[in-house]
């Protein structure tokens, strides 16, 4: 893939985030839920942004995505700005979003029944294997645990090859076992297949595990405050989780995220983006 | 001592699904949703025997207290009655059901794509809330004399009664299922580049599907009940008719038989909307 090389040859972020600002208009006025927030993502990169709860990360994830405005900024993507949802992205969504009424095979369809396209046969049963879930095709949602129907959500992502893949606090509802089995699933994609991946949690250490950036965010507005390069060397074992230097990292971000002087307050609306913002895109 | 509720469930929390008879969708409203299950014999048993108990006992009691049969007749009279007089209420069977279904197939279709509309529109609904419930709430039967005088005593103004008593109910049920928003699934759809009308197809329409069952149920219900009444006010045709007349003439065991078939039908139309919806609204409960 070329599309991290500029004509005159030089390399350019795979992903950019310029100057993003987002209001919602609520009943009691206004809400600032991104103020002024830039990041660019290399090609093949594993962003995590994390921030406490109402700092606006889905918001910026949304964004991103394409699925509502912002206010002011841009997001690029390969150079092109993005301005609606863009085949190039996947999303991963809170608690996997699969539709109840939609058995497994049906639910990994949907990308494809949606873009008019026969599904990618070769490459679901490529990512089913991945992940273990082959053989449950005939199974609906409420009868897979959580862990497997996060992994149904991330093979409909995948399904389609897109190069970016967006994640939205996806384990957040799983239990801490489970959560540490779906990061080192979520390594090991990641490894095989360079996705540009921007991953949104809440967890630092799920971060600092997973993440070659670390993005902290605070909250009222929602807006970038520092970034974190995470040098652990790849692959990854749970086993770093407990050293010395993970320990003094998650902290220090910890520290970050805690110091501020609104991380307190910071409990509340701004971080799910309200109504108006996908109506908007999917009634126009 | 165990707590009766509790028993031998296993312990949920936070997930708040209903077991039973709170959530909306057709295939908990019954006194059936038990009989899906598979019925160990000493159950049927207990079932069979509790009717023979009835209807037996009932006939006792009518035969041994000597109830005259233009109170009420014995079930036998009554069984006797359909299977002699079948053959005579048959066609006015046929008039009833052809006045439903067509009246029906009239009144649930505009009131589903009624109820497709005007959800899309929020302004819209407000402006015509009143009368849909007005609509909903007066008895169409009140509307059936002026229509006779207006149409005749053919089919025509029994189908506009019970187009307009059962499209209603589908609509406001169904408004309610496509009011059901739920922005995820929305935003999913999007992401991949769904259009206004494939998210409609796609996510809004299965999402209001147990709710629009219910209304259709209801619409169909209350479609029976339209057109037997509207029978009843005039016209020479129908099992409503057949009512009038019977009770007039004092025939009971034909009364009666007339109101088994009826209750029959209802029954009929109950279990089919259930089946319909175990099929496609199955995943809500």
Same mark, same amino acid.
């Given at each position: 893939?070329?599309?991290?090389?500029?004509?005159?040859?030089?390399?350019? !972020?795979?992903?950019?985030?310029?100057?993003?600002?987002?209001?919602?208009?609520?009943?009691?006025?206004?809400?600032?839920?991104?103020?002024?927030?830039?990041?660019?993502?290399? #090609?093949?990169?594993?962003?995590?942004?994390?921030? !406490?709860?109402?700092? =606006?990360?889905?918001?910026? /994830?949304?964004?991103?995505? =394409?699925?509502?405005?912002?206010?002011?900024?841009?997001?690029?993507?390969?150079?092109?700005?993005?301005?609606?949802?863009?085949?190039?992205?996947?999303?991963?969504?809170?608690?996997?979003? /699969?539709?109840?009424?939609?058995?497994?095979?049906?639910?990994?369809?949907?990308?494809?029944?949606?873009?008019?396209?026969?599904?990618?046969?070769?490459?679901?049963?490529?990512?089913?294997?991945?992940?273990?879930?082959? &053989?449950? *095709?005939?199974?609906?949602?409420?009868?897979?645990?959580?862990?497997?129907?996060?992994?149904?959500?991330?093979?409909?992502?995948?399904?389609?090859?897109?190069?970016?893949?967006?994640? #939205?606090?996806?384990?957040?509802?799983?239990?801490?076992?489970?959560?540490?089995?779906?990061?080192?699933?979520?390594?090991?994609?990641?490894?095989?297949?360079?996705?540009?991946?921007?991953?949104?949690?809440?967890?630092?250490?799920?971060?600092?595990?997973?993440?070659?950036?670390?993005?902290?965010?605070?909250?009222?507005?929602?807006?970038?405050?520092?970034?974190?390069?995470? @040098?652990?060397?790849?692959?990854?074992?749970?086993?770093?989780?407990?050293?010395?230097?993970?320990?003094?990292?998650?902290?220090?971000?910890?520290?970050?995220?805690?110091?501020? @002087?609104?991380?307190?307050?910071?409990?509340?609306?701004?971080?799910?983006?309200?109504?108006?913002?996908?109506?908007?895109?999917?009634?126009? | 001592?165990?707590?009766?509720?509790?028993?031998?469930?296993?312990?949920?929390?936070?997930?708040?699904?209903?077991?039973?008879?709170?959530?909306?969708?057709?295939?908990?409203?019954?006194?059936?949703?038990?009989?899906?299950?598979?019925?160990?014999?000493?159950?049927?048993?207990?079932?069979?025997?509790?009717?023979?108990?009835?209807? =037996? =006992?009932?006939?006792?009691?009518?035969?041994?207290?000597?109830?005259?049969?233009?109170?009420?007749?014995? @079930?036998?009279?009554?069984?006797?009655?359909?299977?002699?007089?079948?053959?005579?209420?048959?066609?006015?069977?046929?008039?009833?059901?052809?006045?439903?279904?067509?009246?029906?197939?009239?009144?649930?279709?505009?009131?589903?794509?009624?109820?497709?509309?005007?959800?899309?529109?929020?302004?819209?609904?407000?402006?015509?809330?009143?009368?849909?419930?007005?609509?909903?709430?007066?008895?169409?039967?009140?509307?059936? !004399?002026?229509?006779?005088?207006?149409?005749?005593?053919?089919?025509?103004?029994?189908?506009?009664?019970?187009?307009?008593?059962? %499209?209603?109910?589908?609509?406001?049920?169904?408004?309610? &299922?496509?009011?059901?928003?739920?922005?995820?699934?929305?935003?999913?759809?999007?992401?991949?580049?769904?259009?206004?009308?494939?998210?409609?197809?796609?996510?809004?329409?299965?999402?209001?599907?147990?709710?629009?069952?219910?209304?259709?149920?209801?619409?169909?219900?209350? *479609?029976?009940?339209?057109?037997?009444?509207?029978?009843?006010?005039?016209?020479?045709?129908?099992? %409503?008719?057949?009512?009038?007349?019977?009770?007039?003439?004092?025939?009971?065991?034909?009364?009666?038989?007339?109101?088994?078939?009826?209750?029959?039908?209802?029954?009929?139309?109950?279990?089919?909307?259930?089946?319909?919806?175990?099929?496609?609204?199955?995943?809500?409960?």
């Amino acid at each position: 893939m070329d599309a991290g090389v500029t004509p005159t040859g030089e390399t350019r !972020p795979k992903l950019v985030v310029d100057r993003a600002s987002k209001y919602y208009d609520t009943k009691s006025g206004p809400l600032h839920a991104l103020d002024n927030y830039s990041m660019s993502v290399e #090609d093949g990169e594993f962003a995590c942004v994390v921030g !406490p709860s109402g700092c =606006g990360k889905t918001t910026l /994830l949304w964004s991103v995505a =394409g699925l509502h405005s912002l206010t002011s900024g841009t997001v690029t993507l390969d150079g092109q700005p993005v301005t609606g949802p863009h085949p190039q992205i996947g999303m991963v969504f809170q608690e996997a979003n /699969l539709l109840p009424w939609r058995n497994l095979t049906k639910n990994i369809h949907l990308p494809f029944e949606i873009k008019g396209i026969p599904p990618d046969e070769a490459h679901i049963e490529k990512l089913l294997n991945r992940v273990g879930l082959v &053989g449950f *095709g005939n199974k609906f949602p409420r009868e897979l645990s959580g862990g497997m129907q996060q992994r149904a959500a991330i093979v409909r992502a995948l399904s389609f090859n897109p190069s970016v893949l967006l994640m #939205d606090e996806p384990f957040g509802a799983l239990d801490a076992f489970t959560r540490d089995e779906m990061n080192l699933l979520v390594e090991e994609i990641w490894l095989e297949t360079r996705k540009t991946i921007v991953f949104i949690t809440h967890n630092i250490a799920e971060a600092v595990f997973l993440s070659d950036r670390v993005f902290v965010m605070a909250a009222r507005p929602g807006r970038l405050v520092k970034t974190f390069d995470i @040098p652990f060397p790849r692959p990854r074992s749970l086993d770093i989780m407990t050293t010395r230097e993970v320990f003094d990292l998650v902290n220090e971000i910890k520290a970050e995220i805690e110091h501020r @002087p609104d991380a307190s307050a910071a409990a509340g609306s701004g971080e799910t983006p309200q109504q108006e913002g996908v109506m908007e895109q999917a009634n126009g | 001592m165990v707590d009766r509720e509790l028993g031998d469930r296993i312990p949920t929390f936070g997930d708040a699904k209903p077991t039973d008879d709170q959530s909306i969708g057709v295939t908990n409203l019954s006194a059936f949703k038990g009989s899906s299950e598979k019925k160990s014999a000493q159950e049927i048993a207990a079932i069979v025997a509790v009717a023979v108990i009835i209807v =037996g =006992g009932g006939e006792f009691l009518l035969r041994f207290l000597q109830v005259p049969q233009f109170v009420m007749p014995p @079930p036998s009279a009554i069984l006797t009655s359909l299977v002699v007089d079948f053959g005579f209420i048959a066609p006015h069977l046929g008039h009833t059901l052809v006045e439903l279904l067509s009246g029906y197939a009239i009144g649930a279709s505009v009131g589903l794509v009624l109820a497709a509309v005007i959800t899309q529109f929020p302004f819209a609904e407000k402006i015509i809330a009143p009368y849909i419930l007005m609509l909903v709430t007066t008895p169409m039967l009140a509307l059936v !004399p002026l229509l006779i005088l207006n149409f005749g005593f053919g089919y025509t103004p029994r189908i506009i009664a019970v187009a307009l008593a059962s %499209g209603p109910m589908v609509m406001i049920n169904a408004a309610t &299922g496509f009011r059901r928003v739920d922005l995820a699934k929305i935003a999913l759809a999007r992401s991949f580049g769904a259009s206004t009308l494939q998210i409609f197809m796609k996510i809004r329409v299965p999402m209001a599907m147990p709710m629009i069952i219910v209304g259709l149920m209801i619409g169909a219900i209350f *479609g029976l009940l339209t057109a037997v009444g509207a029978e009843m006010v005039g016209g020479g045709f129908g099992l %409503g008719n057949r009512l009038t007349t019977y009770s007039a003439t004092i025939q009971m065991p034909q009364f009666f038989a007339v109101i088994l078939i009826l209750s029959t039908l209802g029954i009929l139309i109950y279990v089919a909307f259930f089946l319909i919806g175990k099929k496609w609204a199955g995943w809500e409960s």
